[in-house]
């Protein structure tokens, strides 16, 4: 590996920061994902088709190891989930993931926040690892191309890589605000 090369060092980076976040929630990883795929597109350092496999693998890997510790903590996180539901409540949740867990997993890995929490129920009410890696392999391959679309499109209209990351960070924090807002406000609304 030549680690003068930009490229050596961007893809490390890209999945340790997409790892981390995915374990994590300290790191944007959605801004990490934007701004080297704004690198790839204004500049020939990094590859687009790398930039959003490499953020597959990471957030994979970040998914499975935070569905795994919630399967293994099983008996906690339901006494928590317990002290904070309803029995009735549960019993739904579970009907939810038996009927229609992969898209639970989708729209959590999709939605700002909303990651953490799905996978938690996931592992706590039993979801079967069986199910569960293809959900979330497919849920992280949407969301890195959604990601990296953001990029592309700051990489696309600005050729300074500079620029165009920052440009890319912004608009995925603006998107990832926006969503959280919309998210709070359809969870406000009546039933």
């Not at 490390?12 to 976040?21: D, E, R, T």
């Not at 008996?75 to 992969?102: C, D, I």
């Not at 209209?157 to 709070?184: E, G, M, Q, R, W």
Request: aromatic share 8%; proline share 5%; charged share 15%.
């Amino acid at each position: 590996m030549d680690w003068a090369d930009p490229s050596s060092i961007g893809y490390p980076v890209l999945f340790g920061g997409v790892l981390l976040g995915s374990v994590v929630p300290v790191v944007p990883t959605g801004a990490v994902v934007g701004a080297a795929a704004a690198i790839a597109t204004s500049t020939d350092r990094l590859d687009l088709v790398w930039v959003v496999l490499v953020a597959t693998i990471g957030s994979l890997i970040g998914d499975l190891v935070t569905f795994a510790a919630a399967s293994g903590g099983r008996t906690a996180v339901v006494r928590w989930f317990s002290r904070r539901q309803s029995a009735e409540r549960l019993e739904s949740a579970r009907e939810k993931f038996a009927a229609r867990g992969w898209q639970v997993v989708v729209i959590g890995r999709m939605v700002p926040a909303g990651r953490i929490p799905a996978l938690l129920a996931a592992g706590a009410l039993g979801y079967p690892w069986r199910r569960l890696v293809p959900a979330a392999a497919g849920a992280c391959l949407l969301w890195s191309v959604a990601y990296s679309a953001l990029g592309v499109v700051s990489g696309g209209l600005f050729d300074h890589p500079v620029v165009a990351t920052v440009i890319a960070t912004v608009l995925v924090l603006v998107v990832t605000a926006v969503s959280a807002l919309v998210a709070k406000r359809r969870e406000r609304r009546p039933s």
